[in-house]
Nanobody, 125 residues
Framework: QVQLVESGGGLVQAGGFLRLSCAASGRTFSVYVMGWFRQAPGKEREFVAA????????YYADSVKGRFTISRNNAKNTVYLQMNTLKPEDTAVYYC??????????????????WGQGTQVTVSS
């Protein structure tokens, strides 16, 4: 089992920034991919960013490319999502996810095995 705990959410004005953290514990040796998803009220959960845990290859949704950056600290078993130039459209609950797959679709929430509790990000206009 893998446990994920997110932190760093909050309320910011448009144009501001936040950094989300996701600390992983438990059977982290089985994790190959870490990702971030978000869900706004009335909308389906959508992919935000992901990274190969070992190789560090990164993937981004078009809506956040150039503004968000995913990074990791292997020693701390922690992944981060730096969110800059935030827009009201970024308002959502952000979830950290971990996957045991090596050759799956990093963009698909169905590929991930473990999920954090979520952290609220609210961007005011």
């Amino acid at each position: 089992q893998v446990q994920l705990v997110e932190s760093g959410g909050g309320l910011v004005q448009a144009g501001g920034f936040l950094r989300l953290s996701c600390a992983a514990s438990g059977r982290t040796f089985s994790v190959y991919v870490m990702g971030w998803f978000r869900q706004a009220p009335g909308k389906e959960r959508e992919f935000v960013a992901a990274s190969d845990w070992i190789g560090g290859r990164t993937y981004y949704a078009d809506s956040v490319k150039g503004r968000f950056t995913i990074s990791r600290n292997n020693a701390k078993n922690t992944v981060y999502l730096q969110m800059n130039t935030l827009k009201p459209e970024d308002t959502a609950v952000y979830y950290c996810a971990a996957g045991r797959f090596m050759n799956g679709n990093v963009y698909s929430s169905d590929e991930y095995n473990y999920w954090g509790q979520g952290t609220q990000v609210t961007v005011s206009s």
